[in-house]
T-cell receptor, first 112, second 112 residues
Framework: RKEVEQDPGPFNVPEGATVAFNCTYS??????FFWYRQDCRKEPKLLMS???SGNEDGRFTAQLNRASQYISLLIRDSKLSDSATYLC?????????????FGQGTELSVKP | SQTIHQWPATLVQPVGSPLSLECTVE??????LYWYRQAAGRGLQLLFY??????ISSEVPQNLSASRPQDRQFILSSKKLLLSDSGFYLC???????????FGSGTRLTVV
């Protein structure tokens, strides 16, 4: 079983739609959580951190449920520019510092 | 401000040839440094990480090695490339006490 698992994609949605991505992680030692965005053939870039209380950044809302080891990302009012692959990421701390473990990513395609 | 540089951006190498990819970070000191690989259609896999000069931790057994000769320099090497070494290689850094990671722009390696 992969340490971080995401919804299989791709998600094809019209502009203005609301889309939700789900993610589960298996290692309870995971201590911090992120969503990264990766455009085609580019490096991943941090979209937002995910806090236990849930957090919002404009049209993006992230939620974390530590008991269920579940993370979500909600995008409201999708734009064409939201088309990308969204990566669920957990930071697992050890005696050598933290290591980011990535999910496989879910591809989102927003259509006019 | 901190920046991370990777080069080259694209590389085509024959099977059996050596490899050296370099990553440097500017504007910070004592960063944690990471090498990831993303195979075509796959997620990011952590290859190596380093918490200081000369300190290298390997995540998976493979045909590659890493070195950190200076505080802000991280090098990924191979003596003899395999076809399976093809992929998108990404260097990342995290500052001391930092939270998220920042990625370089990556090197797309094709072994032929």
């Amino acid at each position: 079983r992969k340490e971080v698992e995401q919804d299989p994609g791709p998600f094809n949605v019209p502009e203005g739609a609301t889309v939700a991505f789900n993610c589960t992680y298996s290692n309870s030692a995971s201590q911090s959580f992120f969503w990264y965005r990766q455009d085609c053939r580019k490096e991943p870039k941090l979209l937002m951190s995910v806090y236990s209380s849930g957090n919002e950044d404009g049209r993006f809302t992230a939620q974390l449920n530590r008991a269920s080891q579940y993370i979500s990302l909600l995008i409201r009012d999708s734009k064409l520019s939201d088309s990308a692959t969204y990566l669920c990421v957990v930071n697992r701390w050890g005696n050598q510092g933290g290591k980011l473990i990535f999910g496989q990513g879910t591809e989102l395609s927003v259509k006019p | 401000s901190q920046t991370i540089h990777q080069w080259p951006a694209t590389l085509v190498q024959p099977v059996g040839s050596p490899l050296s990819l370099e990553c440097t970070v500017e504007g910070t000191s004592n960063p944690n440094l990471y090498w990831y690989r993303q195979a075509a259609g796959r997620g990011l896999q952590l290859l190596f990480y380093s918490v200081g000069i000369g300190q290298i931790s390997s995540e998976v057994p493979q045909n590659l090695s890493a070195s950190r000769p200076q505080d802000r320099q991280f090098i990924l090497s191979s003596k003899k490339l395999l076809l399976s070494d093809s992929g998108f290689y990404l260097c990342a850094w995290r500052g001391v006490g930092g939270y998220g990671y920042t990625f370089g722009s990556g090197t797309r390696l094709t072994v032929v």
